[in-house]
């Protein structure tokens, strides 16, 4: 969350977490990894900042499964209040 506000340095994303330092960098490679964030070359300092394409496509992809399941899991619904109104004879309650 403190990367939406913009860049920041290891020492203040670390600050509200009770983790050391490399534990927090390791966490920040992987996210670097996978394209989530950008790290600067300021200096000595090396910024972390967000990279929120990544992050749209993402919402995109599962507001599309989302949809899909919020379809299934009505249609499930309804058959099942179907099921539910008629008796193992097939009879309506």
Same mark, same amino acid.
């Given at each position: 969350?403190?990367?939406?506000?913009?860049?920041?340095?290891?020492? !203040?994303?670390?600050?509200?977490? *009770?983790?050391?330092?490399?534990?927090?960098?390791?966490? @920040?490679?992987? =996210?670097? #990894?996978?394209?989530?964030?950008?790290?600067?070359?300021?200096?000595?300092?090396?910024?972390?900042?967000?990279?929120?394409?990544?992050?749209? !496509?993402?919402?995109?992809?599962? *507001?599309?499964?989302?949809?899909?399941?919020?379809?299934? @899991?009505?249609? =499930?619904? #309804?058959?099942?209040?179907?099921?539910?109104?008629?008796?193992?004879?097939?009879?309506?309650?």
């Amino acid at each position: 969350m403190r990367l939406m506000d913009g860049e920041a340095s290891v020492k !203040e994303i670390a600050a509200p977490f *009770e983790m050391s330092i490399p534990a927090i960098c390791k966490h @920040l490679k992987v =996210l670097e #990894g996978a394209g989530l964030i950008s790290r600067g070359r300021n200096a000595q300092l090396r910024p972390c900042r967000l990279e929120a394409q990544p992050l749209r !496509e993402a919402v995109g992809w599962i *507001e599309e499964f989302s949809s899909f399941w919020d379809t299934s @899991l009505n249609r =499930l619904d #309804g058959l099942l209040e179907r099921l539910q109104a008629t008796d193992p004879t097939g009879k309506k309650n």
